[in-house]
């Protein structure tokens, strides 16, 4: 008979570290989130060999109590929470308090302290979880934490760690997310004695996307706000122009933390349903500030998990929110016959070695201002600091308020190269003052005004129209400019319950699982109100005796089928995403095809019913329905113009 024994604790405590460490990342990201939570407005992060040898965090925030540090390292030992009761009013990232003790319990961990009211601070060492020196110790405020040789002592989960490159992606990924959920505090990380990426801490979140990814996706960004009863939500939306094959960068935080969830996914992406083609995803980086008793953090060691109180809610709230924002755009793409070089800096090209001071020296400095304005001006110039940062937090860098950077990206200031200078190219003395944000929209080309101005020029490859207005080539697709006219038609006969069937003779007999015969039953007006006409048949048969008109002779069966695969696995109740999607399959098949010639006169009634649709950019599947061509692109081309 098998024996029961009991593990000691250093046993226990290696075992119930791997469910909070699991890579070096785990361990940046568990003691970032300690800085933070500690009040920092500046966080360096270093690592060497991914972070398995090393990885250094150093905070400028509250520190601990040297009478604290032992406790620190406990355990289930926390200072954000008293009792369970404080996990419906989480405020802070960390509350576990396991963080320490599973970091200690699996590498060598030195950590240095001070807090502002002592004048000494405290050096404490331990190794695999047993503690071995602790010393006074000359510190400046705020905490550093290295952490050696992770899983030394554990070599089977050693070997499972990737190469030190990979990790360090990892690292790296995870500090780019950090530098997004906390525009105010300042992030410096430092891959093998390398600066790779530095934020300024200034709260723009604009510039910390710039920083990262750079011009391109910058200039595509939309501003995005919304207020409700117990949730708002900010930040950014991309423009489909910057669609994506994955949902990596469908980046959102709630109340600062970065998660990954399901359910806010699908919403954010059923909200750009209309501008996404199949198999792309939006870039979007949004902030979630909820009501700490709706949501519940408590789900994982990772904290990367929530549940969300009243889900479907919270879901047809986001959906709509991101809808109306992106409905309230023109956003019709531009063509571009030529591609201008850009200069672009980013998180992983970094920036000058050691260029940025240590959170540590941002106090020094501070009291130093002479010389602080010569260094962090150098600093600015060197690192080509966008002039936002500086009009926005100048003292930050030890600037007065009319010195200011020469080299002003315009994607992030919202303005032109050289609004900052003179015709003679010098620097103009700059107030401070708040940046104001450029009408990124003009007046819209799709509208009945602006309908009096086209020209309708003819039709190429049987495909496309080619409208002329003011300075500008519109080209329509005359194929998802029809589907698109259509998808809307069944839309609205869907909603009011006014689809016309056909009767099929003889009808179509399908033979249903359990599941799919439940799934029916649930979902049976939706199918009446798309024109299918359904009969049971006896046992698991039924009868489709008609399907809406437009679709008679597409395939009836499938389409049938294909509804029903699909709300079998929807995850979301209520009324489907699934039906829209159909509506969109039927639309598209109704529509008039490329390489079909439309007369003149067609094409003028198709142009007008498009004018009439709330949104008439894009087709059901999120192509374009339009694209233009500027006059001054064309005149680039022939030469007319050279710059």
Known sequence: MAVINVLDHQTIDQIAAGEVVERPSSVVKELVENAIDAGADAVTVEIRDGGISLIRVTDNGSG???????????????????????????VSLGF?????????????????????????????????????????????????????????????RRKFLKQPQTEGSYVADLMEHLALSHPKVSFKFIVNGQTRFYTTGNKDLREIIYRIYGREITAELLPFSWQGEGMSVSGFLGKPAINRANRNYEIFYINGRYIKSTLISKAIEEGYREYLMQHKFPFCVLHFQ??????????????????????????ETVKQAIHDALHAKEMIPEVKLTKQPEKRETARQGGAKGSMPEPFERTRIARMPQKANTYDKDLAEKENTPLQNLLKAPESYGLPATETPETVPPEVTGGSQNQGQCPDGKLKPLSRQEPVQMALFEDKILS??????????????????????????????????????????????????????????????????????????RHAADFEALGFMIEEFGGNDYAIRGVPMDLYGYGERVLFQEILDELSGESVTGTPETIQTRIAVMACKAAVKGNMRLSREEAEQLIDELLTLENPYHCPHGRPTIISMSKYELEKKFKRVVN
């Open 64 to 90: 601990i109590e040297k009478s604290q540090v032992r406790n620190a390292f406990l355990r289930h030992a926390t200072s954000k929470i008293t009792s369970a009761e404080d996990l419906t009013e989480l």
């Open 96 to 156: 576990r308090g396991e963080a320490l003790a599973s970091i200690a319990a699996v590498s060598m961990v030195e950590l240095i302290s001070k807090t502002p009211e002592d004048l000494t601070g405290i050096r404490f060492a331990m190794e695999g979880g047993i503690e071995k020196e602790q010393e006074e110790i000359g510190a400046p405020e705020g905490t550093t934490i290295l952490v050696r040789n992770l899983f030394y002592n554990t070599p089977p």
């Open 448 to 521: 009945q005004q602006a309908r009096e101005q086209f020209e309708l020029i003819g039709q190429i490859f049987h495909t496309y129209w080619l409208i002329s207005y003011q300075d500008k080539l519109l080209i329509i697709d005359q194929h998802a400019a029809h589907e698109k006219v259509k998808f809307e038609r069944f839309r609205k006969q869907f909603q009011e319950h006014t689809v016309v069937s056909q009767t099929l003779n003889p009808p179509i007999v399908v033979t249903l699982t359990g599941k799919e015969r439940e799934c029916y039953v």
């Open 290 to 315: 909820v009501d700490t008793r709706r949501i519940d953090v408590n789900v994982h060691p990772t904290k990367m998990e929530v549940r969300i109180a009243d889900s479907q809610a919270f879901y």
